[in-house]
């Protein structure tokens, strides 16, 4: 009788140790550089859906549960920075309907931002005019926005959303006035060191500038230096982390497990760019490898994949609550072995879930 009793309450402490090992494991924290949950940043706004770089696409990023924002920002020929991609306006705008060349191209620089305004931006890829149950805040939803019109729209569904919706604006030149038109802007809006911004570029010289800028003005907004893996390692990470907090890598580098490790052995917060799978099934395989190497943010064409992704994970290390009291009470310590239950994954968002 005394050895059943044993041979039960042994059974039953053994049940209670695996389930609290298991409670324990879950709770333990992400890979990412400080135990972070992952960031998501809207590539060009929701570029798979909405044409890049315009209101309407970032509004519909932010409305999936983007944390960032990403403007990449070009000069117009009266200095004015306009949220653009390419040097040139001829892949996304109408340009050459309204416009003839100038100097044998459609640089951006060539033209006022008055001239600008006039364009309509057009959707590339799997982009389309419009998504389903989306209409846009905006009254000039395609139109090419200026940063400032940006940082309105970041501000006010900030406002709407009772979140911060985060900026990370690119210097998509190597240029000392692009540099200062950048930290003037951020500065007059009221951003401080504290705010959601990072400053990307792959300019290494334009990152060092920044940093002993905005040193030099009190400031420390997260700078993150782009590139491949083989560019970022022969520049050198420690190198790197002396003027920057992070690096913008290509996902489709070599060995990326190792990399993320040593980049976070280095100091370095490590974002990747460009997830631009649409199929969901693959697009969330793809998030939770990321993800599971500690990958602490990702650049995303289809921000509800990668929100949910990220949810999902997060979902995932969080331990039902009831379970570790059960066992420390002593009771259905061999049931909660079965009876254990992760948090149910967040279905995809859908145009019908926008006006959340």
Not at 126 to 141: K, L, Q, R, V
Not at 293 to 307: I, K, Q, R, T
């Amino acid at each position: 009788m005394t050895s059943s009793i044993s041979r039960r309450l042994s059974r039953v402490a053994l049940a209670a140790t695996m389930t609290l090992s298991a409670t324990w494991a879950l709770s333990e924290p992400l890979a990412t550089l400080y135990g972070q949950t992952p960031i998501v940043i809207a590539h060009r706004g929701a570029s798979g859906y909405l044409a890049e770089h315009t209101l309407g696409g970032y509004e519909l990023a932010v409305k999936m549960g983007v944390d960032y924002i990403e403007p990449d920002l070009q000069l117009t020929k009266d200095g004015h920075l306009v949220a653009m991609h390419d040097t040139t306006l001829t892949r996304t705008t109408n340009v050459r309907s309204l416009f003839a060349p100038r100097n044998g191209s459609y640089r951006v620089s060539d033209f006022t931002l008055a001239e600008v305004k006039t364009l309509t931006v057009v959707p590339v890829g799997t982009a389309a005019t419009t998504y389903p149950g989306f209409t846009p805040g905006s009254a000039d939803p395609f139109r090419i926005p200026t940063f400032d019109e940006v940082i309105d729209l970041a501000q006010q569904l900030s406002a709407s959303t009772g979140r911060e919706i985060g900026i990370y604006p690119e210097a998509k030149q190597a240029d000392p006035a692009m540099e200062d038109k950048i930290l003037a802007t951020l500065i007059a809006r009221g951003y401080t060191s504290s705010s959601k911004v990072f400053i990307q570029s792959f300019s290494v010289a334009t990152i060092k500038s920044l940093h002993d800028k905005q040193t030099a003005l009190g400031l420390d907004f997260q700078l993150v230096v782009l590139g491949s893996t083989t560019a970022i390692l022969n520049t050198g990470l420690d190198a790197i982390h002396a003027f920057a907090d992070g690096v913008g890598v290509s996902i489709r580098g070599s060995n990326m497990e190792a990399f993320i490790g040593n980049a976070h052995a280095a100091g370095l917060l490590v974002h990747g760019y460009t997830f631009a799978e649409d199929e969901p099934v693959a697009a969330l395989a793809q998030y939770d490898q990321f993800f599971r190497w500690g990958m602490d943010g990702v650049f995303s064409n289809y921000p509800d994949l990668a929100v949910q992704a990220r949810d999902e994970l997060v979902a995932a290390q969080v331990p039902e609550p009831a379970s570790a009291w059960l066992v420390l009470l002593g009771l259905g310590g061999v049931a909660a072995l079965g009876g254990r239950r992760r948090s149910a994954p967040a279905a995809r968002r859908d145009g019908s879930l926008l006006a959340a």
